[in-house]
């Protein structure tokens, strides 16, 4: 008898690009979960306006992405936030986190706290333009059309 060969370890680092369900039958972006930045300022938030082309392309979120394997929440939320944005993401503050963990999957929300609300330049194709919205007026008639995703979980985050 011969032992079943051992399955190739995955290399920490490696991207986490792909599709993933979770226990909950739902079909998730990231194979190790998902993690964005929140970043909070005063009454302001800052949202990302996502590209036509991409999932739900049109809607307001925040910057956020596919996990690598073995990275952290923290490192992966401040990654995707400056591949998608000139963000200086070195000075944010994390003051809070929300996982939302759905077996087998999660969305972790990094927030962070900003000493300023300045303007934010783009970078990259994955957005049309970052903007800071009062807090106040997410998920309201009057605020901006937002991510599914976001809008589910921000009653929740907002409170945090
Ligand atoms: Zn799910």
Do not use: N
Not at 70 to 84: L, M, P, Q, V, Y
């Amino acid at each position: 008898m011969t032992a079943a060969p051992l399955p190739e370890p995955i290399p920490t680092g490696s991207s986490g690009d792909g599709w993933q369900y979770c226990a909950q039958g739902h079909k998730h972006w990231g194979l190790y979960g998902a993690a964005g930045l929140l970043v909070r300022s005063g009454d302001l938030v800052l949202l990302q306006h996502r590209a036509l082309w991409s999932h739900h392309g049109g809607t307001w979120g925040i910057p956020g992405g596919a996990r690598h394997y073995g990275e952290s929440a923290e490192s992966a939320a401040r990654r995707e936030a400056a591949e998608e944005s000139e963000l200086d993401t070195g000075p944010l503050v994390e003051t809070a986190r929300f996982v939302d963990d759905h077996g087998g999957w999660s969305y972790t929300t990094v927030v962070v706290c900003a000493a300023a609300a300045l303007p934010v330049a783009i970078r990259g194709g994955e957005s049309v333009e970052f903007s800071w919205f009062p807090a106040a007026s997410l998920g309201t008639p009057e605020g901006p059309q937002l991510h599914p995703g976001f809008a589910a979980s921000w009653p929740r985050v907002s409170t945090l």
